[in-house]
């Protein structure tokens, strides 16, 4: 078995910015991604031998503004997608009045288990 959180944050600390595990526990350092695993499963197998496992990850971005987010959300998108990752889904979560701008991003891969 792979350990997905461990491939995301090799991929993700190519960032220019920090990267951390879950959920970031102090909003005062701005910019930042966080990330977690979403799913992890056998993508493939023979002879009762898991060949291929899939994982997906969530990648929150978080900023003060719309121009920062997505300044670093094209970055998130290189990095991972070159590193084997495919984007399945991007979406702005609305701030409320006060708030940070986040955006969250999914992305999977297969990886080879030896």
Request: proline share 5%; charged share 25%.
């Amino acid at each position: 078995m792979v350990d997905v959180n461990a491939e995301t944050e090799k991929t993700l600390s190519k960032l220019d910015c920090e990267a951390v595990y879950y959920y970031p526990d102090d909003f005062n350092k701005l910019p930042l991604v966080s990330y977690y695993q979403l799913t992890e499963r056998p993508s493939f197998g023979y002879d009762n031998i898991e060949a291929i496992q899939k994982g997906t990850v969530v990648v929150d971005v978080w900023g003060n503004n719309p121009s920062e987010i997505g300044k670093i959300s094209l970055q998130v998108n290189d990095i991972m997608t070159a590193d084997g990752w495919g984007r399945e889904f991007s979406a702005d979560i609305p701030p409320r009045a006060g708030e940070t701008f986040h955006k969250t991003m999914r992305f999977s891969k297969n990886f080879i288990v030896d």
